[in-house]
């Protein structure tokens, strides 16, 4: 796997690739942060088994809270098991994490860990941010907690295309699936596209995507191809016959590779096409 200092030559990254071409591939540096709640299972049942809509309720909460705080920075954070969520934390340091922690604590009745990870592909930035955290003690320690360390991108070696954010979603789902079937087989049918494309992305691209919510996936790739976003379309496609269209957007951070995905979906919805890509965008 890439670590921060594999790829760091004499003090600065290799060389980016600012083409646009269908075959250009982008140099990119994704820092991640996996934020785990602190001794959360044995919490649940102590000192009875806590009722499940008090802890569905605790849960959703504290993602929202987390999608705000670090929203704010220009990073994204996916909810994926609740108690255990990852975040794309480009152009945050550890004092902005560890004033995260301090609300958390501050607010709730649980705290967090925050292991951080940057690398050249998403899946090997989070692979450190775990080791992290598994390096400090098992997830149900209870005297693992607070944990805040990793490897953080200075600053100085940061660019403008460090983040790749692709943004899918189904064609037509209304026409498809919402107006047409009812809404579990609707559910269904997302939830499988979602769960082909997760794993395809995952192990063909170290690529990491998320479910956000509608018909909506959100993914945080290295420097792909738009070849290589229409070979997982045809997959998705081959294997569960949901039809996806993508948007891929680059960045400083999520915020602006996510905003200039979110405009490249556009462009495919506008002109018919499965795949757009795009220079950052403004707001």
């Known amino acids: 796997m890439d670590s921060l200092g594999d790829i760091i030559d004499d003090g600065g990254f290799p060389k980016r690739n600012k083409g646009m071409g269908p075959t250009t591939v982008i140099v990119t540096i994704t820092q991640i942060t996996l934020v785990q709640i602190d001794n959360y299972g044995p919490w649940t049942v102590t000192p009875k088994p806590r009722r499940e809509v008090d802890l569905q309720t605790l849960q959703s909460r504290l993602y929202a809270d987390l999608s705000q705080q670090i929203g704010r920075e220009g990073g994204y954070i996916f909810f994926t098991r609740f108690d255990n969520m990852i975040a794309v934390t480009n152009g945050i340091d550890l004092d902005e994490h560890a004033l995260i922690q301090e609300s958390v604590r501050n607010r709730y009745p649980v705290s967090i860990s925050m292991g951080i990870g ?128 993508v948007g891929v957007g680059r960045g400083i951070s999520a915020h602006d590779a996510g905003m200039a995905a979110k405009h490249a979906l556009e462009e495919c919805r506008h002109n018919g096409t499965r795949v757009e890509r795009t220079l950052p965008a403004d707001d």
């Open 118 to 245: 940057s690398a050249q592909s998403p899946r090997d930035a989070l692979a450190d941010a775990t080791d992290v955290l598994q390096t400090a003690g098992s997830a149900q320690d209870v005297g693992r907690t607070e944990i805040l360390d990793g490897e953080i991108l200075p600053e100085t070696q940061r660019d403008d295309e460090d983040v790749q954010i692709a943004h899918f979603d189904v064609i037509d789902v209304t026409g498809t699936y919402t107006d047409r079937v009812d809404a579990f087989e609707t559910f269904i049918a997302i939830e499988q596209g979602y769960a082909a494309l997760m794993r395809y992305m995952h192990a063909e691209h170290d690529s990491l995507s998320f479910f956000v919510g509608g018909d909506n996936i959100i993914a945080t790739c290295p420097g792909l191809c738009e070849s290589s976003y229409e070979d997982a379309i045809s997959h998705v496609a081959n294997e569960v016959g949901v039809d996806l269209q």
